[in-house]
């Protein structure tokens, strides 16, 4: 077990500060296309009914595991032969991100709401395969060691990132035109790109048992069944590997349950702070910029937490705190209107939200395997997006039904099944940081 000094000093490894600085550059494009947009959408006079309908533009975010099997197996002749795989896709999907964004900024949604809603699609496709690629980059840089501080650094990166792109970004707007905004976003990435050219390259593994298959046709065989061929040798090898290394039942079971109470109380929280009483101002005050703080220092937390005690443990920890997370609201919705307590519910939320997403991160990363990193994450985190779009929708519902105090009530109970699984079947979970499951040796 590392000392709490080792666990710290991490965070000062040249590698884990590159994963910070990606991350930065992956979080940065994703709230340009949704709350960020939404803003310029709605200053341009464009009706709520297309803006609600712009959220289809980011269905990349959720399928970007339909083409991790290309990233995994395709290379980049001159830039892979430069940078190595991973990075020679990173900085092509960098490079996409920057002219997307760019080509957003340029489009104007009065005259022509097509073109902007196909440079935002543009957008979410280019940074979803940023994501990608540089998660699997990640798990393979790293070694065991540090593998829980990188994926706090990559969390904490992105939140970072999620925040220019968010507040700055509209700080930005009350000074300058939208497409000088998102010209200065794009340029951002760049911090991305000089990072990633300064880092190490990563050996990727490719077995003799993940042949490169080619589409083929000869007289004997149609073009479907090439197409049919060639997409069972593409797809079904890493879906088989990362089912073979991990119990599906468990993972899935896991991800649903760990989502449900930071899902609900994400969704809900605004409503129910309205409803009794607080004030915009006072709510982006506290649920914003303390929240978000909150959030920083419990994503930065969660990398001392991983490298010292494990994965296990540590999502043993976040998965009892969301619990008393939700609590917490319990006695908000209890008390009504009051600032104090407001401070120390929201202190408390998004601290296990900063917490909890970096073990969730380092928990999705060890089951990842090469050949086929990119897309066993592209998988997983794909499953954590379906999750919480199924408990989001669920949750306004089961909101319109009950009092606040018995909804949160319901979320802590929801992630009671996580804590038994943690507790009953401990051996599908990585434990202490020394630990080296089977999986990764094979």
């Not at 705190?321 to 120390?344: H, K, R, T």
Request: proline share 4%.
């Amino acid at each position: 077990m590392e000392t709490w000094e080792n666990s710290l000093k991490a965070y000062l490894d040249r590698r884990v500060l590159s994963i910070f600085f990606l991350g930065f550059s992956s979080g940065l494009p994703f709230l340009l296309t949704l709350s960020t947009l939404a803003v310029w959408l709605t200053e341009s006079g464009i009706d709520k009914t297309i803006i609600g309908l712009f959220t289809l533009t980011t269905l990349p975010y959720t399928f970007k595991f339909l083409w991790g099997p290309l990233v995994d197996r395709l290379p980049l002749p001159p830039l892979t032969t430069m940078l190595g795989k991973r990075r020679g896709w990173a900085l092509v999907t960098q490079l996409a991100v920057v002219c997307s964004l760019i080509g957003l900024g340029s489009s104007n949604p009065m005259e022509n709401i097509w073109a902007t809603a196909l440079m935002a699609f543009c957008v979410a496709f280019s940074s979803a395969m940023q994501d990608m690629v540089i998660e699997a980059y990640r798990i393979e840089l790293m070694d065991e060691q540090h593998a829980g501080t990188s994926a706090a650094a990559s969390s904490l990166g992105y939140r970072i990132g999620m925040l220019v792109s968010g507040a700055g970004a509209l700080y930005l707007a009350d000074i300058m035109s939208w497409d000088d905004v998102y010209c200065i976003m794009s340029l951002c990435i760049v911090v991305g790109m000089i990072t990633l050219l300064l880092s190490p390259r990563t050996k990727s593994l490719v077995p003799s048992s993940f042949p490169r298959t080619r589409l083929r046709m000869n007289e004997n065989t149609s073009l479907k069944g090439s197409v049919i061929q060639w997409l069972r040798h593409t797809y079904l090898p890493p879906l088989k590997q990362l089912l073979n290394n991990n119990d599906w039942r468990v993972v899935l079971a896991f991800i649903l349950f760990y989502k449900v109470g930071d899902t609900a109380i994400n969704v809900m929280n605004a409503p129910f702070l309205l409803e009794l009483g607080f004030s915009k101002i006072e709510i982006a005050n506290v649920a914003k910029l303390f929240g978000i703080s909150s959030m920083i220092a419990g994503g930065f937390l969660g990398g001392i937490l991983l490298t010292r005690f494990g994965i296990l443990t540590s999502l043993m920890l976040c998965a009892t705190l969301q619990i008393l997370s939700s609590l917490i609201f319990v006695i908000q919705a209890i008390v009504g209107y009051n600032l104090e307590i407001l401070v120390i519910t929201i202190g408390i939320e998004n601290l296990t939200c900063g917490l909890g997403a970096s073990a969730f991160i380092a928990y999705l990363s060890s089951m990842c395997s090469q050949p086929n990193t990119a897309t066993h994450f592209a998988l997983l985190s794909s499953f954590g997006s379906m999750a919480r779009v199924f408990i989001s929708s669920f949750a306004g519902w089961l909101a319109d039904q009950v009092s606040w105090e018995i909804f949160f009530l319901i979320t802590a109970i929801g992630s009671i099944p996580c804590m038994f699984l943690l507790i009953r079947l401990p051996e599908h979970f990585p434990g202490l940081p020394a630990h080296t499951p089977q999986k990764a040796r094979a």
